[in-house]
């Protein structure tokens, strides 16, 4: 019984400290991109997801073993169809935003695969809109708020592919808060966004500190 306990316990304790190991690289940055399905909230019309895209980078910083921070500025398309309610054309929103997220990132790793999830708020910048509201291309870029604000919330999966890169896949769903329109456009006054996000990415380690100290002690050595 007692052995039992020791090897419970040790077996534990190796556990607990594969999870905190960072592959000391606390800092890293890479490509980030995929597909976006998108819908929105459509003041009350119904609303149906169209699928568009997202291509960015990543910019991740460790503030401890498992604990950081992320910065993913992507250009991403999103809208939604809708219900027209009797209108001539079918309608449709389609827009190209540059969002800027800061998110807290929480990671455990074991070995050489990672588990991460993150949250944080999502500055959106249109771009570019067009679409059909009350009759054909009528919905234009000067008819959207130039800023809104939305919320992010996800998780994934970081392989270690070699030392100090991983590759890494996510899911995220974007909550907008803010009105894309500026103004009522028709019979639509407000659309907020809803959007499920699937990316892949390529994370470019830097090692960290003690990694270097011990590469230089062992050049020296030679």
């Not at 039992?4 to 594969?18: D, E, M, Q, S, Y």
């Not at 073993?65 to 910065?71: A, H, R």
């Not at 990671?107 to 509201?133: E, I, K, M, Q, W």
């Amino acid at each position: 019984m007692h052995a039992l306990k020791k090897a419970t316990l040790l077996f534990g304790i190796v556990i607990c400290a594969l999870a905190v190991r960072r592959a000391e690289a606390l800092w890293g940055v890479g490509p980030l991109g995929g597909a976006n399905l998108a819908n929105a909230d459509v003041d009350g019309h119904d609303s149906h997801s169209i699928t568009g895209w997202a291509f960015g980078a990543r910019l991740e910083m460790g503030m401890n073993p498992i604990l950081g921070l992320m910065f993913d500025p992507m250009l991403v398309q999103n809208g939604a169809d809708f219900d027209a309610n009797g209108n001539a054309v079918p309608g449709r929103g389609k827009f190209v935003n540059l969002e800027l997220p800061v998110l807290l990132n929480a990671r455990l790793n074991l070995g050489s695969l990672g588990v991460y999830g993150f949250l944080g708020p999502d500055l959106v910048l249109n771009t570019d809109a067009h679409g059909n509201v009350s009759s054909e291309n009528d919905l234009r870029h000067t008819d959207m708020s130039p800023m809104g604000l939305a919320g992010q919330i996800g998780a994934g999966v970081a392989m270690g592919v070699a030392p100090f890169i991983d590759v890494t896949a996510d899911a995220r769903y974007s909550h907008g808060f803010t009105d894309m329109l500026d103004g009522a456009k028709g019979d639509v006054e407000n659309w907020r966004s809803r959007d499920v996000r699937l990316n892949l990415g390529v994370l470019l380690h830097t090692p960290h500190w003690s990694s270097l100290v011990r590469s230089g002690n062992a050049f020296q050595a030679h």
